[in-house]
């Protein structure tokens, strides 16, 4: 679920990986570049076990 002022989303469901972008973000370009890189960085570090969703948090 997104958040308010929230403009990219990422979800995982067995081990199937969505990224979900607000579509006013898809106006700057590099605004896209920047929401996916923080999304795939979800996907590389918690979704793939690489550090503890705890972790994740706790750096937030």
Same mark, same amino acid.
């Given at each position: 679920?997104?958040?308010? =002022?929230?403009? =990219?989303?990422?979800? *995982?469901?067995? +081990?199937?990986?969505?990224?979900?972008?607000?579509?006013?973000?898809?106006?700057?370009?590099?605004?896209?570049?920047?929401?996916?890189?923080? *999304?795939? =960085?979800?996907?590389?570090?918690? =979704?793939? &076990? &690489?550090?503890?969703?705890? *972790? *994740?948090? +706790?750096? +937030?």
């Amino acid at each position: 679920m997104m958040t308010e =002022g929230s403009v =990219g989303l990422y979800s *995982e469901s067995d +081990r199937h990986f969505d990224i979900w972008l607000e579509l006013h973000s898809l106006e700057d370009p590099l605004n896209v570049i920047a929401i996916l890189a923080h *999304e795939i =960085g979800h996907v590389i570090l918690p =979704g793939q &076990r &690489r550090i503890s969703p705890d *972790e *994740e948090i +706790r750096n +937030r």
